[in-house]
């Protein structure tokens, strides 16, 4: 029987009230004590209608997960703990700047969630513990942590062949393990940087079919499963299909039923469509200009290694689940924690999903994500039971050092002191050289044992070590005629002449052992022009073409901004792309150049095909078999 209106608006109305000034929880809460209190009230006062439903609705709103006792925006379960954390966030809780949401857990309990700054800067929409974020590569610990509930209950196991349960995936001749796919040690080529190379763009709608039919196209590993590490993202993303092929869900699906709905995260989903709507979700920006900000626009629709989207909050229940091991219990904790171990017996610092480090003595594991403007961290100290999660939706924002600045507000009985490195030893006294005895040292020189390209140059009235576009170091020369790296603090490192008055050939010494040798710079012999043409990959499915314009060797894409090859040895060059970090030159018997190699930091070897000597290989062909005998 319907409540009379106006004792059901009386019933609503504190926690409508209360609805302009706290979170959702909060409001929940309020509401249900407010239904409560008006069924308690007309059950004793008998004759009241509706004091039965009302009791029965209170009852079923403080049940709901919302409806926890949480930590609300302007409040704490430590008034002290809340203000130090709002001093640290200070710089980002204003309506006009992006900004940040916060959870800090201890002894199984959430006790500090916040936000600050906007998360909509067109509709001034403020960040809360409830603003949906999307959070990047954090997703994989719920990938990995999938994966481990799956073989506790013997649906799989970890250590099967992915081809077990994706069958499409190429036989790179040497099995691939879920784990060796968890712990980036499978040697396979990262989908992120494999899409960029073939055109896309990073706004691009990318979605899980266009990653997983460039998969299907690989022909080559970095290297044999198992022998190293390398970030790759394209195990997470085949760890999804995998649980969704081996529960016969829908991986959004599965996760929701298995893992965030248990654990009661109620805000958490994973995001399969770059149209779906997410009420009050946070949008990411970058800066431009003085004080100005621009969208960084993303449109994923890929998922596993990414595009899960949560909150602060919920964020904080997947914390306290790491000290209370609800769901799955200390076994599968212990499992996903577990470092990667190389077939060689190489420890890693890298587990299932997650980095295991140590951080100021105490043990922690964790992990960072980023795309476009959104940035996370989410890290926890097993042995102390504190975590820590920010999610922001600023480019810049250091999420991981903000995150350590506010899990020390709970460890600062725990930590040990950092003591600052010790300087290098300089030996000789640092002597002030006149501009021509420093002049003497400038030139351009190559490491054939690294491959690699150096310069040192006069800078200022200083000289400086300058390592391909890759970063530089200062140089002072020293009483004894040597050159001191000066920024290197754990092994400073001598550059000496080899003797003469001018550089000539050098020598790096590090702690007294001699390195590496470095010769003076001579351009390659080959001739650029025989580069120049159009190149395809296979495995991508797209072209790059070469050009020599005013001695310099260009590549260019449709899609891309063009980019510079240097010259580094014979055949060899350096992309100022980073996708092309590394390029180099294949050539058949009677020395015509038939392709290029690419690597960078997560792919390595992929071949480009010289296509105007394919085509007129095969023209050639064709002209032959025209020919009568």
């Known amino acids: 029987m319907p409540m009379p209106q106006h004792h059901a608006g009386s019933a609503l109305g504190l926690g409508i009230l209360a609805g302009r000034h706290v979170d959702r929880p909060s409001f929940v809460a309020l509401t249900g004590v407010g239904l409560v209190w008006w069924g308690a009230r007309g059950w ?119 081809r077990a349960h994706l069958p499409w995936v190429p036989d790179f001749g040497r099995p691939i393990t879920l784990r060796q796919l968890m712990h980036h040690t499978s040697g396979l080529r990262d989908q992120w940087t494999l899409l960029h190379m073939a055109g896309w763009r990073f706004d691009d709608v990318i979605t899980q079919q266009q990653v997983l039919t460039l998969v299907r196209r690989q022909r080559e590993l970095n290297f044999a499963p198992g022998s190293e590490f390398t970030y790759c993202n394209t195990g997470y993303t085949l760890l999804a299909e995998v649980i969704s092929a081996s529960t016969e869900r829908s991986f959004a699906q599965w996760m929701e039923a298995e893992v965030f709905t248990p654990l009661g995260m109620g805000d958490t989903h994973v995001h399969i469509d770059h149209e779906q709507l997410i009420p009050g979700r946070a949008y990411s920006y970058r800066r431009q200009g003085e004080g100005g900000f621009k969208k960084a626009v993303l449109s994923f629709s890929n998922f596993g290694a990414t595009s899960l989207f949560t909150t602060a909050e919920d964020l904080g229940r997947w914390l306290v689940h790491f000290g209370t091991h609800e769901l799955g219990g200390p076994e599968a904790f212990e499992e996903q924690c577990a470092p990667a171990v ?68 709970l460890l600062d009985g725990d930590l040990l002191d950092e003591a600052a490195p010790a300087a290098p030893s300089p030996g000789d006294a640092v002597v002030d050289a006149s501009a021509e005895a420093l002049q003497a040292w400038v030139g351009e020189y190559y490491i054939p044992a690294a491959d690699a390209r150096r310069s040192i140059a006069l800078r ?30 754990d092994e400073w490192v001598l550059v000496r002449r080899a003797g003469g008055g001018s550089p000539g050939r050098l020598r790096w010494v590090r702690n007294g052992r001699a390195d590496s040798y470095v010769h003076p710079w001579e351009p390659p012999a080959a001739d650029l022009c025989e580069l120049v043409g159009t190149y395809e990959s296979p495995e991508l499915q797209t072209r790059y073409s070469l050009t020599l314009e005013n001695g310099r060797l260009l590549a260019r894409h449709p899609r891309h901004v063009g980019f510079e090859l240097l010259p580094r040895s014979l055949d060899r060059f350096r992309g100022t792309s980073r996708d092309f970090e590394q390029v180099r030159a294949e050539r058949d018997a009677s020395g015509a150049v038939t392709g290029l190699r690419v690597s960078s930091e997560r792919v390595r070897e992929l071949l480009f095909e010289k296509l105007d000597l394919r085509l007129m290989r095969r023209g050639t062909s064709r002209d032959s078999a025209r020919t009568p005998p």
């Open 44 to 162: 004793l006062r008998r004759g009241r209608r509706g004091a039965p439903l009302a009791l029965l609705f209170g009852c079923v709103a403080l049940c709901q997960p919302g409806a926890r006792a949480q930590p609300a925006r302007d409040g704490s379960v430590d008034a002290d703990l809340g203000e130090r954390a709002d001093a640290l966030m200070a710089a980002y809780d204003r309506p006009d700047s992006p900004g940040a949401a916060i959870a800090l857990v201890q002894d199984g309990r959430l006790v500090l969630a916040r936000g600050y700054g906007s998360a909509q800067l067109e509709y001034g929409q403020p960040i809360t513990p409830r603003t949906p974020f999307h959070v990047a590569s954090v997703s994989k610990q719920f990938t990995a942590f999938g994966l481990v509930l799956l073989a506790e209950r013997g649906e799989l196991s970890l250590d099967d062949d992915v």
């Open 342 to 409: 190389l077939d060689d017996g190489t420890l890693l610092d890298y587990a299932s999903g997650l980095f295991v480090e140590r951080y100021r003595g105490l043990r922690r594991v964790g992990h960072r994500g980023g795309d476009a403007g959104f940035r996370a961290y989410v890290g926890y100290f097993p042995d102390q039971r504190v975590g820590v999660a920010v999610l922001a939706n600023l480019s810049d924002f250091d999420t991981e050092g903000v995150g350590m600045q506010l899990a020390e507000l």
């Open 460 to 489: 200022e009235g200083r000289l400086v070590y300058e390592r391909d576009g890759r970063g530089s170091s200062p140089l002072a020369l020293r009483e004894d005629g040597e050159l001191l790296m000066e920024d290197v603090a």
